[in-house]
């Protein structure tokens, strides 16, 4: 009888241990698809390629999106557009919070870039 409780047990916790793990790997490979057609679809709606920048963390998920000044001027429902496609496209990556932050590319990107680089090249140094 005992051996049939462990057996029932060691099953059970298999089954959810593939449950979960099955769960993270569909949510990460439809945010590597995303991270692959998200620019070509915002380039074939708004004519420009934009930078994408797409990172995950424990049910987060945060998106920046940076278009020329030009882009941003025209269209003021960017940041919908692209939670109807991933709602639309990606169900599995919609059940996680996901955070979009639309930018100006170029020069506010890369001033962000290079001030963490040189707060992290700072942290290394100091003893």
Known sequence: MNKFFKTVLLLGGTAVAAHFGLKA???VNGIVKLSKSLPEFLSNVYGE???????????HITIKVGFSQ???????????TIREYIDDFYPEVARCSVDIDIHVSGEEGEEDLDEETSEK???????
């Open 121 to 127: 090249e700072e942290d290394i140094l100091e003893p």
């Open 25 to 27: 790997y569909r949510r």
């Open 49 to 59: 390629s934009p930078q994408i920048n797409v990172n995950q963390g424990m049910g």
């Open 70 to 80: 030009e882009i941003l001027d025209k269209h003021d429902d960017i940041e919908n």
